[in-house]
């Protein structure tokens, strides 16, 4: 991919690219300070959101699957699940990258089936690139191969959670070598960026130092070149589980119920609608709120 002249700190562009994020490490080398913003959405709502937050990429991530559909974990999500909801983070985004979640079995076939399925993403979800995880150098280049920027994904891929045996930190101890080869190999296939999720950060800031290619860190500390969070956990909306990477910036869950809670004390108690929240029609009483239904009714 043809990098951008690393640009000075404060210089963003109007619209943000593959290019652009690809060149941050190398801009930081040259003394910019680019620290990639990245968060996850799922609906229009949440990517206009994301936009006017002006963060740098929007992820539309597989997490779809446990945050928005209910599942217990990643693997049940099909490519159409994560197409409908591709497209309406598309029609809330201008400004951010959307980057587009291959899930499970999208990609594991071969390098063909993942350029079919990155391709759908792009040309009916209108995705500028595409994530997958796991080191797949050989899916990784023929992605690249059809134009598609490809963020590759290291550590605690959620999709291998079978052969890790549960959400466990990953590249400890000897398995650090195996994940700087894995880097390594990712970024020699063309990636152009690399999520690194439930490492030790010291081996994500080497991880980081040893690549020309942003890494972008979920529980992996501070020495990554940017950060990304779930949507439903950085707002407080996922309630069940909060692992210790998570920093709540709301308590939309929270807050959530007890709106809902007011407005049904309010229904059950005729305070809502008030007059000024009804239609009024001079031929017809308007009913008042402190009217008890029976008296409605007729009864
Ligand atoms: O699916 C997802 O949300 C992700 C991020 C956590 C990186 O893969």
Redesign the pocket.
């Known amino acids: 991919m043809t990098r951008e002249v690393p640009t000075a700190p404060s210089a963003r562009p109007k619209k943000i690219t593959a290019p652009w994020v690809a060149a941050a490490a190398e801009a930081n080398r040259a003394g910019a300070d680019r620290r990639l913003v990245?968060v996850?959405a799922y609906d229009f709502q949440q990517a206009r959101v994301a936009d006017a937050a002006d963060v740098d990429v929007v992820?539309v991530?597989?997490?779809?699957?446990n945050?928005v559909l209910g599942y217990d974990d990643?693997l049940s999500v099909t490519v159409d699940e994560m197409l409908h909801h591709v497209k309406a983070v598309r029609r809330g985004l201008s400004r951010a990258l959307l980057v587009a979640?291959m899930p499970y079995g999208s990609f594991h076939l071969s390098p063909q089936s993942a350029v079919e399925n990155g391709i759908r993403f792009v040309k009916e979800g209108g995705a500028e690139a595409v994530?997958l995880?796991g080191a797949r150098p050989k899916e990784i280049a023929a992605l690249v191969d059809v134009e598609i920027p490809v963020m590759a994904?290291l550590g605690l891929?959620?999709q291998s959670i079978h052969r890790f045996g549960g959400y466990k930190v990953q590249g400890r101890g000897d398995a650090a070598d195996a994940l700087l080869v894995a880097a390594r190999e990712v970024e020699e296939a063309g990636a152009f960026s690399l999520?690194l999720?439930c490492v030790p950060a010291g081996l994500a800031a080497e991880i980081t130092a040893a690549l020309s290619i942003p890494t972008?860190g979920?529980g992996a500390g501070a020495g990554t070149t940017g950060q990304?969070?779930?949507y439903h956990d950085l707002l407080g909306m996922e309630e069940r589980i909060a692992p210790r990477f998570v920093r709540r910036y709301a308590e939309l869950g929270r807050a959530s119920r007890e709106a809902l809670e007011a407005y049904a004390a309010d229904v059950r108690a005729g305070r809502f609608p008030s007059d000024d929240e009804s239609y009024g029609d001079p031929s017809r009483p308007t009913p008042s709120d402190t009217e008890p239904l029976t008296k409605l009714y007729g009864a």
């Open positions: 990245v996850t992820l991530g597989d997490s779809l699957a945050v990643t979640d994530k995880e994904h891929t959620p999520v999720e972008i979920i990304v969070l779930v």
